[in-house]
């Protein structure tokens, strides 16, 4: 059972406008964290934001925030006054434990093009 | 600087022959972890570890090995017994070796395997 889902495989969006990218999760685990990870073209895995589970407020990180919506187990992206430099392929995870360990599972990924 | 190093950056595979892929990290990470990345689709893990001489299979470990002798250096071996071996492949570690431990993964800049 996928236990990330990212419904949006592309996205566009204006220059300095807002986007909001979903993100859906599925766990029976009341620990659990939330992450959203931009891959521009060149390939490499960047960390933009993370939500706890047991957070109270929504994670901020500069012009990311996070709507997190615990009870319909939502965590969407947002970015706000969208700039050139946000095309990229943005991947939503989760933490998962398992056996002792401590594992990410990501979803299959939104490709955001922001247009001028 | 601080960081993870990938290499190499391309890598070209005859058939029938192992390659190993190179991540070296200089953040005093504890747990590191490879990932498959397929065109247009999300991460999936292959191998990781927690501390060093340590280490766990992921969801696709068929055709690979690892070792984890030092903290800093996990190699990746892409075995002939991966029959399709052609992906961008990502090394990754993170702070920390709890189950419930919330630090983002730090990502390599990838390496890119094709079969000749």
């Known amino acids: 059972a996928q236990k990330i889902t990212q419904t949006q495989p592309g996205m566009f969006v204006q220059e300095k406008e807002a986007v909001t990218l979903d993100c859906t999760y599925d766990t029976s685990d009341p620990s659990y964290g939330l992450f959203w990870y931009k891959q521009p073209s060149s390939g490499e895995m960047i960390f933009l934001i993370y939500q706890g589970s047991y957070d109270q407020q929504n994670a901020t990180e500069g012009r990311y925030s996070l709507n997190f919506q615990k009870a319909r187990k939502s965590a969407n992206l947002v970015i706000s006054a969208s700039q050139l430099g946000d095309s990229a392929m943005y991947f939503c995870a989760m933490r998962e434990r398992s056996g002792g360990y401590n594992k990410l599972i990501f979803g299959a990924g939104t490709r955001l093009a922001v247009h001028p | 600087d601080g960081g993870i190093t990938q290499s190499p950056k391309y890598l070209f595979r005859k058939e029938g022959q192992n390659v190993t892929l190179s991540c070296e990290q200089n953040l005093n990470h504890d747990a590191m972890y490879w990932y498959r990345q397929d065109p247009g689709q999300g991460l999936r893990l292959i191998y990781y570890s927690q501390i060093v001489n340590d280490f766990q299979k992921g969801d696709i470990a068929e055709g690979y090995s690892v070792s984890r002798e030092k903290k800093e250096s996990f190699p990746l071996t892409v075995t002939s017994a991966q029959k399709n071996p052609t992906a961008f492949y990502l090394c990754?570690?993170?702070?920390?070796?709890?189950?419930?431990?919330?630090?983002?993964?730090?990502f390599g800049d990838g390496t890119r395997l094709s079969i000749l």
């Open positions: 990754a570690s993170r702070t920390g070796t709890g189950a419930s431990s919330n630090q983002p993964q730090h």
